[in-house]
């Protein structure tokens, strides 16, 4: 969310290629890879969910590239469903932006681009599989004789280049979409499955052993634009090259069976390493063609997919419908949108019906009954994001938009409505959708008199970021003898922990309740195992913050792989029980990151400088009307007395080893206007105007002159302000940030 969209220290890479050729130019200008893009790290794998199906998400909101960085957008929040996502558009290479990676990278989702050829792109099809022309005259040394003519020859070019695209911008692989007939038949489709094989080692070498190449069910063997809806004879061959397989979405009712007969069917060797989760079946959430309709009625089709029983994988396409369906409709909002949104993928927060359409049926099709509505997230394992031991865990349950902009509970971005759209700032949202599992800390009590308990996005209230998780608890009025104290157990967010480590979980939260009298209220922080795993957990401290908000620290381990759930415990004791009672919680933040050992020294990451120069074009030819701060980040060193050894044989080292510097999720960038000559003022009196992150560069941050000046209503100098935010969730305070001093003028 900075000063004006732009934020880069050189012009911006493109956001995409309309041909190939655009991508030989973009080879030519030697890009440097993005360094504030996340590296995927796999979430934990887990036994039971070796044989079930997967999500794959297919992107297509407005056709892509079409988030609003100064207001609401669509935001997809249901990662922990999800395995792959695709960003999808029309142009021949699709690339997702920096933002989109991040979020999906800290979910442990792998995130692919797209390479599309339609209507036209016959030549670049034929151009993708024999490389770049030379533009000197050249040709082969000598003929071969006819009886040793080979096929068409196959180029690693583009391939290769494709492979460092995905790269240089932290990404993993791609979908491919060949929506064009081939004329050359089978001489050409089979070329091409060789060099779907070439792309794939070339992504391995480039991306890591991760990367993922998806086939999507279009042109057949003979060249033929035929989609299939299913895996056969037809287009098998392109898929054993690949890593997955997508099908078209207008299939009949048995077609996913078929396909899976059709898959067991083919020799073992042939399929060596792929099962039935690497096939997705195609479900259009539009419902174009599609069986049971699409929308909210996505489950009749997937049913049919049957990810827990038979196995298969589901490719949902054009979720964006929940938003893009009604945005044009009276009353419409947000929160509107997140309603259904959340309908859609977690299910009701009531137990009401449902209302469905009627299912659409084909001409001669049969009846096919299905039953009650189900979310779409019903159908798939939900899994933590990655081990926070590999990649800390940091969220402040926000959805990727906002309405203002919050550093430690302050509303930084002023009173007036501020609504924005950052994706690179979305975070898990936890376990509570479509509302929260609440337990008794007795186990013996039953369900009997729990709380009532509702979830929301609030974004009138945050500790960092735009929003905080909104929990609601109504404990019933109750006449039993146990009732004056009530203690249960809130689960909000998902965890995957490893022995061998200690872990640090800390909570930020605030407490709100309607009660005249409010009744006595004690908060702790809890992790709990979800399998049986003994969790050895030891309280650290409370904390008060400003802006009433408190965190809660826990020392966690566990003696084996475990899946747990982080949360609240919360104790409850009122004399007066024949009222129901009413709290609310406000989670800000929460954070699990590796403790540091209590033996080992701890630095402190800070700005070490800041410098602000114009805009370098592609020219290299400074700007007129943009400039970039730019600026570097240290690890401070805490002060330690040197103790040199007594001898060579010491065994004593001579200072503490070092414990893990946090890294940077973003800065905040604040401006200071001042008369040249006068003291510029206290820190805290600064404006902020900014953050990084959205554009996938980590130290830099480009301001509109011409912004500038207008903010700095005829003050001829500013301050600049760089101040980081940890991936253990901590701002950091004026001594560790950095400022530069700009003639305004």
């Avoid at 020294?601 to 602000?612: G, K, M, Q």
């Amino acid at each position: 969310m900075p000063l004006n969209p732009a934020s880069s220290a050189k012009p911006p890479d493109p956001s995409y290629f309309v041909s190939l050729h655009e991508l030989d130019k973009w080879e030519e200008s030697r890009p440097q890879p993005l360094d504030g893009v996340l590296k995927y790290e796999p979430r934990l794998s887990t036994n039971d969910a070796s044989t079930n199906g997967q999500l794959l998400v297919c992107h297509d909101y407005k056709g892509g590239y079409k988030e609003e960085p100064y207001d609401l957008s669509y935001t997809f929040n249901f990662w922990s469903s999800c395995n792959i996502f695709v960003y999808f558009a029309h142009h021949r290479v699709t690339i997702p932006p920096p933002g989109w990676v991040n979020a999906a990278h800290r979910q442990g989702v792998k995130m692919l681009g797209t390479l599309i050829f339609e209507d036209s792109g016959e030549k670049d099809c034929l151009q993708l599989l024999v490389g770049k022309l030379p533009t000197s005259t050249s040709g082969p040394a000598a003929q071969p004789p006819p009886s040793s003519r080979a096929s068409l020859p196959v180029s690693p070019h583009y391939a290769r280049l494709l492979a460092r695209l995905a790269a240089q911008r932290g990404f993993d692989g791609y979908l491919l979409n060949f929506e064009c007939p081939l004329r050359g038949g089978p001489e050409q489709t089979r070329a091409l499955a060789t060099w779907i094989a070439i792309l794939r080692n070339e992504l391995i070498r480039a991306v890591g052993p991760h990367a993922h190449v998806s086939w999507y069910d279009s042109v057949v063997t003979t060249g033929h634009l035929a989609w299939q809806d299913r895996l056969n004879a037809h287009n098998v061959p392109f898929f054993l090259p690949a890593d997955s397989f997508f099908t078209n979405y207008t299939w009949r009712p048995h077609a996913p069976a078929a396909t899976a007969a059709y898959f067991l069917s083919l020799d073992p060797p042939l399929v060596q390493g792929k099962t039935l989760r690497d096939i997705y079946v195609g479900v259009d959430v539009w419902g174009r063609g599609q069986h049971g309709g699409g929308g909210l009625a996505c489950f009749r089709a997937l049913e049919h997919i049957a990810p827990s029983e038979l196995g298969l994988s589901a490719a949902v396409f054009g979720q964006a419908w929940s938003w893009e369906s009604q945005q044009d409709d009276p009353g419409w909002s947000w929160a509107v949108w997140w309603a259904r949104e959340r309908l859609l993928w977690a299910g009701a927060s009531h137990n009401g019906l449902i209302d469905l359409p009627e299912a659409p049926r084909r001409e001669g099709e049969p009846e096919c009954p299905h039953g009650r509505f189900r979310p779409v997230g019903e159908f798939f394992k939900r899994s933590a994001p990655p081990n926070p031991a590999r990649l800390p865990l940091h969220t402040t349950f926000c959805p990727g938009v906002g309405e203002a902009w919050f550093v430690e509970g302050r509303r930084a971005s002023g009173a007036a409505r501020m609504p924005w759209t950052d994706v690179d700032k979305q975070t898990s949202l936890g376990v509570v959708w479509p509302r929260p599992r609440v337990a008794w800390e007795d186990a013996e009590k039953g369900e009997e008199g729990l709380p009532a308990a509702t979830a929301d996005v609030t974004f009138d209230d945050a500790w960092n970021a735009g929003s905080a998780l909104q929990v609601e608890l109504v404990f019933p009025a109750s006449e039993a003898e146990d009732a004056a104290y009530r203690c249960v157990w809130v689960p909000v967010q998902p965890l995957s922990l490893t022995p061998g480590h200690a872990y640090q979980v800390a909570v930020v939260y605030k407490v709100l309740t309607s009660l005249d009298a409010a009744p006595d209220l004690e908060i702790g922080v809890a992790v709990k195992a979800t399998d049986g795993t003994d969790v050895t957990a030891e309280p650290i401290g409370e904390e008060t913050l400003q802006h009433g908000w408190t965190r809660l620290r826990l020392a966690v381990s566990v003696s084996t792989v475990c899946s747990a759930e982080a949360g609240l415990v919360v104790a409850l004791v009122a004399e007066d029980t024949s009222q129901p009672l009413d709290v609310t919680i406000i989670f800000g933040q929460l954070n699990v990151c590796l403790q540091k050992p209590a033996s080992s020294a701890s630095s402190t990451p800070t700005v070490l400088w800041v410098d602000y120069a114009p805009l370098t074009m592609a020219d290299n030819s400074p700007s007129d009307d943009t400039a970039v701060l730019t600026w570097e980040t240290a690890a401070a060193l805490p002060y330690a007395s040197f103790i040199p050894p007594i001898s060579p044989e010491d065994p004593r080292p001579a200072w503490a080893p070092q414990a893990r510097s946090p890294d940077f999720l973003y800065f905040n960038i604040y401006v200071q206007y001042y008369a040249d000559g006068a003291t510029a003022g206290p820190p805290d009196s600064a404006q902020w105007i900014g953050t990084t992150g959205m554009d996938g560069t980590k130290h830099s941050f480009t301001l509109a002159k011409e912004k500038v000046r207008t903010l700095a209503g005829g003050a001829p100098m500013a301050r600049f302000y760089v101040q980081g935010v940890t991936d253990d969730g901590e701002v950091g305070g004026w001594d560790q940030c950095a400022y530069v001093e700009v003639a305004v003028a």
